[in-house]
Every structure is written in structure tokens, then in C-alpha cells.
Nanobody, 126 residues
Framework: QLQASGGGLVQPGGSLRLSCVASGFTLDYYAVGWFRQAPGKEREGVSCISSSDDSTYYTDSVKGRFTISRDSAKNTLYLEMNSLSPEDTAVYYC?????????????????????WGKGTLVTVSS
């Protein structure tokens, strides 16, 4: 099970940190990722980590602003989001998968990860 939290209302230029706690399995052995879906748009992969080589992928629009990480001791996945803009407004989902595909492949949406948390809403507005 995955439980995401940390969303909320933030002003443009602000920051948020999303958390995703895993229970029932160890995140270190899984590929993990953050996805988002804005109103009226398709779900997109924001950032993913591969389990095979720990490679990391970021979609172009968040490079340099968002950082994905995981804490083994807390079995938790994070997404640090800085310099937020209204275009980042979306429901954010965390996901995990036991296979070893590349991070870019997971985030491309070509393959749907096996386990998903309920989303957490991020609203960027003044």
C-alpha cells in the first residue's frame, strides 16, 4: 500500500514536499515514481527512479525544480518541489513497481506501474 501526502495550496514561486509512505513491501527493491494529472489533461510522469540501476528521470518541465528521493529507514518516497508555477497544479500520485525497467520508460506511461497511492492535490495559485 502507498499513502501520499503533502499537497496543498501554495503561491507561485513557493515550495512543497510530497511524501509517499509504503507499507507491506520495501521501497528500495522497487522502481518508484511520481505522476500527476492536471484538470482536463492526461496523466504524465513527473519523475521516476529505476530499481535496476537507481537511474533517475525527470520530465523536462520540472528539471532543476523538482527532486525525487527515498528514505530507506522510513520506507518513504519524496518529491521536493521548488519554484512552483500554476502549471504544476495537479493531483500527484506515487507509484511503485517490482520490475526493473528504466526510469524513463516508467515515466513515459508506456507501462503502468503495479502499485499506486491515492493522489494528493497540489494547487499553485496567488
Amino acid at each position: 500500500q502507498l499513502q501520499a501526502s503533502g499537497g496543498g495550496l501554495v503561491q507561485p514561486g513557493g515550495s512543497l514536499r510530497l511524501s509517499c509512505v509504503a507499507s507491506g513491501f520495501t521501497l528500495d527493491y522497487y522502481a518508484v515514481g511520481w505522476f500527476r494529472q492536471a484538470p482536463g489533461k492526461e496523466r504524465e510522469g513527473v519523475s521516476c527512479i529505476s530499481s535496476s540501476d537507481d537511474s533517475t528521470y525527470y520530465t523536462d518541465s520540472v528539471k532543476g525544480r523538482f527532486t525525487i528521493s527515498r528514505d530507506s529507514a522510513k520506507n518513504t518516497l519524496y518529491l521536493e518541489m521548488n519554484s512552483l508555477s500554476p502549471e504544476d497544479t495537479a493531483v500527484y500520485y506515487c507509484a511503485a513497481d517490482p520490475l526493473g525497467f528504466g526510469a524513463d520508460y516508467y515515466c513515459s506511461g508506456s507501462y503502468v506501474m503495479a502499485y499506486w497511492g491515492k493522489g494528493t492535490l497540489v494547487t499553485v495559485s496567488s
